[in-house]
């Protein structure tokens, strides 16, 4: 079982910049799938970005161009780079993944992923 400890949320104005990390513990998730969802208040979980165990990354299209999806495998750590954000970007942001199989594809739905962090807060607004 791995442990996903998301943290970096908080409140920005629109335009600005957060980055998100997603701390492992318990083992190593070298060989995971790992992903960003969001959630905003009355809508579904939201896929945000994806990276394989073969370090290739995965955005949906609302955020290509602005946010960027990082690993430092050293520290068991995976990031969430965001700028130019939004208003619309506001949500909670949560980490997820999946033991890998298939390291070349990507799993973009919530029930593709069986371990999850508690999310952090984003709040875009001025």
């Known amino acids: 079982q791995v442990q996903l400890v998301e943290s970096g949320g908080g409140l920005v104005q629109p335009g600005g910049s957060l980055r998100l990390s997603c701390a492992a513990s318990g083992r190593t998730f070298s060989n995971y799938h790992m992903a960003w969802f969001r959630q905003a208040p009355g809508k579904e979980r939201e896929f945000v970005a994806a990276m394989t165990p073969a370090r290739t990354t995965y955005y949906t299209d609302t955020v290509k161009d602005r946010f960027t999806i990082s690993r430092d495998t050293a520290r068991d750590t995976v990031y969430l780079q965001m700028n130019s954000l939004k208003p619309e970007d506001t949500a909670v942001y949560y980490c997820?993944?999946?033991?890998?199989?298939?390291?070349?594809?990507?799993?973009?739905?919530?029930?593709?992923?069986?371990?999850w962090g508690r999310g952090t807060q984003v709040t875009v607004s001025s």
């Open positions: 997820a993944g999946r033991l890998g199989q298939y390291t070349g594809v990507f799993y973009l739905g919530p029930t593709d992923y069986n371990n």
